[in-house]
């Protein structure tokens, strides 16, 4: 049970991701919290109050919460067993089906269940993973019940409750989330879930959406899945033709202008393992997922969209030098997982193209990714010059500072550039010499 005083509360977050650090970074501003991961790197890592990852203001509160004691970290399930709430944020990857692997989710139910099994207090335990409906009662239930010898509602709570976190804005989305989504299994596990969000969000409480374990699972999945397929739905409109189509439809309060920017398409560790899982999920119902499927169709085919159009600004791509700027799926982190950048510059080297990269942050795992078949640059500057294309595939402000003039010159006196996230304004390149193309605009 919580505390009456929030600071005697112990939470405790099993699963050291973006997701599951992210939240022990802030919750352990108000709560003493302990993270559980298998990996004794990162957790090395954490325990010297260094993030494993980019994750924008992450940092500063593991340099101010891991010195005075209120972020711990290590590798033992067991330091559970005093938590009063006990969260699990393990990662849900796909198989190679595209169904959902669970592997995870089991292991650490497993784990906690044996945790809390001499314990005195009734934890509630939190399911944050993105699991398909029914995982929390029909896979976290029985296995808590079976490891603890303890019963649901009376030895433990359980609640469904998943994250809506962004990968860059992570922190930002737990300190202001826009909804909470509530699933308890319990009567206990709802009363404790409301009183800890309540205590650390105080009169900042956002709205709350209180339904079913099942529902609030879908509701993670639906959401997930509609933003992608808004995505893909622009970006097909794009090869007919884009230019203002985009700022028509967002001006439509039903519509909304987020996520209706043409690009090279959506990656990273949520839309397209969640969107797959989803499709798997309504076929084993004996529901038609055509229109997740064609989201994802359009998706994978995307960099062929924008090789398609490196071809028309050359005439072809073999024996061409191309840059391309940004290996990260998005700006703000350094998460290289379904990256539009990894295929296109595949197929591009495929095509005979002598390609240079260069991210701010995602090197690493970029040269994991891809090895030695192409060259990487120290930054911006060294990665285009001489070369006769610059695709820009993430929005770093860094690139967008580029000025039109030095590219020009790095280039040879010929820039070309496809601006395939759009984050050049034509308005600023006039001359002959430069050419600025975006995916489905012509260029200025």
């Not at 860059?168 to 709802?190: E, F, H």
């Not at 359009?298 to 050359?314: F, G, H």
Request: glycine letters at 10%; proline letters at 6%.
């Amino acid at each position: 049970m919580i505390p009456a005083e929030a600071d005697e509360a112990r939470i405790a977050i099993v699963g050291l991701g973006y997701v599951g650090l992210s939240t022990a970074a802030c919750l352990a501003s108000k709560f003493h919290v302990t993270g559980i991961d298998l990996d004794p790197a990162k957790v090395g890592l954490i325990g010297q109050a260094k993030a494993p990852f980019l994750e924008t203001g992450l940092q500063p509160l593991l340099e101010e919460h891991v010195p005075n004691g209120r972020l711990e970290c290590t590798t033992s399930p067991s330091s559970v067993s005093d938590s009063d709430i006990v969260f699990i944020t393990v990662g849900t990857p796909s198989s190679m089906s595209g169904e959902i692997d669970l592997s995870q989710v089991r292991s650490a139910s497993r784990s906690i269940g044996e945790a809390i099994a001499g314990s005195t207090k009734q934890p509630t335990v939190i399911v944050k993973s993105t699991v398909i409906p029914g995982t929390t009662r029909s896979v976290v239930k029985p296995i808590l019940e079976q490891s603890s010898g303890k019963t649901c509602g009376e030895g433990f709570g359980l609640c469904s409750n998943p994250e809506f976190l962004r990968e860059g804005q992570a922190i930002r989305d737990t300190l202001k989330p826009s909804r909470i989504v509530i699933g308890p299994i319990d009567q206990y596990s709802r009363d404790q879930v409301l009183s800890f969000y309540r205590s650390f969000y105080g009169e900042q409480m956002p709205p709350v959406v209180e339904t079913s374990a099942d529902t609030a699972e879908l509701i993670k999945y639906s959401s997930n899945a509609f933003l992608a397929t808004k995505i893909s739905f622009i970006n097909l409109i794009a090869r007919i033709y884009v230019s203002d189509v985009a700022r028509g439809m967002g001006l439509d309060p039903r519509i909304g202008p987020l996520f209706l920017q043409a690009g090279p398409g959506f990656g990273g560790s949520c839309f397209p393992k969640d969107v797959k899982a989803l499709v798997e999920y309504a076929k084993r119902l004996g529901v038609e997922p055509s229109i997740l499927e064609s989201a994802l169709e359009v998706n994978e085919t995307q960099p062929d969209n924008v090789v398609s159009q490196a071809e028309k600004m050359l005439g072809r791509v073999q024996g061409k030098r191309i840059a391309v700027l940004g290996l990260a799926f998005n700006p703000n982190t350094d998460d290289v997982r379904e990256s539009r950048a990894i295929p296109l510059i595949r197929k591009l080297v495929d095509k005979g193209a002598v390609v240079g990269a260069y991210d701010p942050m995602a090197m690493e795992g970029a040269k994991r990714e891809l090895g030695p078949i192409i060259s990487y640059s120290p930054n911006a500057k060294a990665c285009v010059k001489g070369t006769d294309l610059v695709i820009i595939m993430t929005a770093w402000r860094e690139f967008q500072d580029l000025d039109s003039d030095e590219l020009t010159t790095l280039m040879g006196g010929r820039a070309r550039v496809l601006d395939a996230r759009r984050i050049f304004d034509p308005a600023r390149f006039s001359k002959a010499e430069f050419t600025a193309t975006g995916l489905g605009r012509l260029s200025n």
